[in-house]
């Protein structure tokens, strides 16, 4: 019996072991962008991985001017917000219709969507762009946040839909009984059990989303619209680039994220947790 204990706290100090070693190697490329975020240009270029010899915030200054921080923040953050509202409310409404009719189309359409999840966009790209020209919906907010919704909402329909056909029906029942309509039954009685799932759905979206780079690359032009990933691609010069640049830029554009993931962790780990039970 110990030495069966003995094994298996050796097992778990080599899976820690592990995890640490991976925790390590995704964080060196994000403490290196940090690192050299401080220092001059010309200190990048003689040696990227060397402590900063002076603090220097001046890449931060000039970043903020060069990208227009504040109006870029605003731009990601208007497509960002209503991508993540609209797919959440579609795909709970979705996820409820799928749940709860047991159709034989119902069970189509829901591996359609799933099925959809492993098209990757490079290969609908060019025709995108091409039917968003015709329309003249190129240069606009509005349809990024449209695309992000049809480009999203299969996985959020998925994870919702398992989440709540593990609710029992005989809540629906009651509420029916109470005198509730469907609308009502689903966003007042299912939607707020839905918390912690959604708080998942919803960090995924955010972080796929805010630091995206291609759609909108390829579908605002103008610099009033770009987001913050396109503005910090602007300082690539063709034949130069001022790392101390990138790097505060870099800095600067993940770290709304960073902060939203540090406030909704403790949710996002109830979902998985959750999602896995059910």
């Given at each position: ?21 991976l925790l390590i190697l995704f964080l060196i490329p994000f ?248």
């Amino acid at each position: 019996m110990r030495k069966q204990q003995i094994r298996i706290k050796s097992g778990q100090i080599v899976i820690y072991a592990l995890f640490t070693l991976l925790l390590i190697l995704f964080l060196i490329p994000f403490f290196l962008v940090l690192l050299n975020s401080f220092k001059a240009n010309k200190e990048i270029i003689l040696d990227p991985l060397s402590f900063p010899q002076v603090i220097n915030l001046q890449g931060y200054a000039k970043a903020f001017t060069a990208m227009n921080y504040l109006g870029t923040f605003k731009n990601s953050l208007i497509i960002t917000v209503f991508s993540i509202v609209f797919i959440i409310l579609f795909a709970v409404m979705c996820a409820y219709f799928f749940a709860r009719n047991n159709w034989k189309i119902n069970k189509i359409l829901f591996m359609i969507m799933v099925a959809s999840m492993i098209i990757p966009f490079q290969t609908i790209m060019i025709p995108i762009v091409k039917n968003f020209a015709a329309i003249n919906a190129v240069d606009n907010i509005f349809m990024v946040v449209v695309f992000y919704v049809g480009a999203h909402i299969s996985m959020a329909v998925f994870m919702f839909q398992g989440f709540i056909k593990s609710i029992p029906v005989e809540l629906d029942e009651a509420a029916t009984i109470d005198g509730c309509n469907h609308f009502q039954i689903l966003f007042r009685v299912i939607f707020p059990l839905l918390k912690p799932i959604i708080s998942t759905v919803a960090v995924l979206d955010i972080l796929a989303i805010w630091n995206d780079f291609l759609l909108p690359y390829i579908l605002l032009q103008s610099n009033r619209l770009k987001t913050l990933p396109l503005m910090t691609y602007s300082f690539f010069g063709q034949y130069s680039v001022d790392y101390s640049l990138v790097c505060s830029g870099l800095i600067m554009s993940i770290l709304p994220v960073i902060i939203i993931y540090a406030f909704l962790q403790k949710q996002i780990i109830d979902g998985v947790v959750a999602g896995a039970i059910k």
